[in-house]
């Protein structure tokens, strides 16, 4: 796995999903091992990009200017990491990242964040069909208990390893943070 140059991009890792609301949730270990592959790349000095989502609606838990849309403590960006806000699932959508990748001759992403089956899922798909050589940090993403349309409640597990499932090989390799982190390449 030749990563050195990957850049890392974190996904809405925010303080709005918090909220009681969103359910139960898989992977608690989630923010700290975004915290651990934040670590490496900073002491590594490779690239890194975040991602906010910036709720369109006034009720929405990701307001910009409420607690919500902040960066978790696990995930805040330093001064001269770059910080992208949108609106809709993709980081590529009303944002300058897939200009900016381009620029800073980014190949490889390694993308963590939240969650798995939505934003993390469709930035994925994307940064695949763009051309990008992604990985999926499985154990640094997570995401919620959904209702399927059958009425029964998937768990969050389920919904997650599906996710990383349809994402698998045809759009990323999924990876966990140990693999990252002990590869030789990097």
Request: hydrophobic share 40%.
């Amino acid at each position: 796995m030749a990563l050195q140059s990957a850049t890392l991009l974190v996904i809405d890792v925010q303080n709005g999903f918090t909220d009681p609301a969103w359910g139960q949730r898989n992977n608690p270990q989630a923010e700290a091992n975004i915290a651990r592959l934040l670590a490496f790349w900073r002491r590594e000095g490779r690239p890194i990009r975040h991602v906010l989502h910036a709720s369109r609606l006034p009720e929405g838990h990701f307001r910009m200017g409420t607690s919500g849309h902040q960066p978790k403590p696990e995930s805040l960006p330093l001064a001269a990491e770059p910080v992208y806000r949108k609106d809709v699932n993709s980081a590529f959508i009303g944002t300058s990242l897939e200009q900016d990748l381009r620029t800073g001759g980014a190949e490889k992403l390694v993308v963590v964040g939240m969650t798995t089956n939505h934003c993390v899922s469709t930035t994925v798909r994307m940064a695949g069909n763009l051309g990008f050589t992604t990985f999926v940090v499985e154990d640094a993403t997570a995401t919620f208990d959904r209702m399927g349309l059958d009425g029964t409640m998937r768990p969050a597990a389920e919904v997650h390893a599906a996710a990383l499932s349809d994402l698998s090989e045809e759009f990323a390799t999924v990876v966990n943070t140990h693999e990252i982190l002990t590869s030789k390449a990097l």
